[in-house]
Every structure is written in C-alpha cells, then in structure tokens.
C-alpha cells in the first residue's frame, strides 16, 4: 500500500469538486503565522531590545568583548563608534555595533566565550 494511500481514498471522484469551505484553510494559515511569531520571532525581538539596552548602557572603564573576539576597555564612547584601549599605547577604533558583551569579571568572560 503506497505511503500517499490514505490521501487518494479521501480526494473527491474525477469530474466532482470539493465542497470544503475555504474557512479551514485560512485558519491553518493564520494558526501557522501565529506559530511563527510565538517560536521565532518574538524570542529574536527580545534578544534586540536587551543588546539595545546593552549597548546604551555602557560606559567609560567598561571592559566589552567584540564580535572578532577582541577585548579592550572602554576609553571614550561617541554615538556610533568607541575607542578602546587594548594595551598601554594602543588605542582602537570601532563600531559601537560590534560589542557583543560587556565583561565584569572572568566568569563572564567564560560565558561570553561559550555562548
């Protein structure tokens, strides 16, 4: 008995139309969108309003972990852009958008480089 069986027995005879009402199809849709909203992208909206406020609240003497896997302290903040101290005579600057966390100690090290 092919896989697809039970589908073909409730199809309707050639030549005759379902009289299904599409009322069924368009609550399957809006079931679906309403999944994908509750699963993906409500999480996604959530993890971007805490990196805002991540970022917002940063600071000069903060040390932040970059993207690259880079870790500096924080010397001076402008609105798009930061410099950061890495060494003694070595300052950098980068994209306020690259920080990934802001490190307190060494156990957040360990996080931010885990996950």
């Known amino acids: 008995m092919p896989l697809f069986?039970?589908?073909i027995a409730m199809?309707?005879?050639a030549g005759q139309q379902s009289s299904q009402s599409p009322v069924g199809t368009i609550v399957m849709i809006?079931?679906?969108f309403g999944i994908m909203y509750v699963m993906m992208i409500r999480p996604q909206q959530?993890?971007?309003k805490e990196r805002r406020e991540m970022?917002?609240?940063i600071k000069k003497g903060d040390r932040v972990l970059f993207a690259g896997g880079l870790i500096g302290e924080v010397a001076?903040?402008?609105e798009k852009t930061?410099?950061?101290k890495v060494a003694d005579n070595l300052r950098l600057e980068v994209a306020r958008g690259s920080i990934t966390a802001v490190l307190t100690g060494e156990d957040d090290l360990q996080d931010?480089?885990?996950g």
Do not use: G, M, T, Y
């Open 76 to 78: 001076q903040l402008d």
């Open 82 to 84: 930061a410099k950061i």
């Open 30 to 32: 809006v079931l679906f």
């Open 55 to 57: 970022l917002s609240q």
């Open 5 to 7: 069986a039970p589908f």
């Open 46 to 48: 959530r993890k971007d």
């Open 112 to 114: 931010a480089v885990e």
């Open 11 to 13: 199809a309707p005879p």
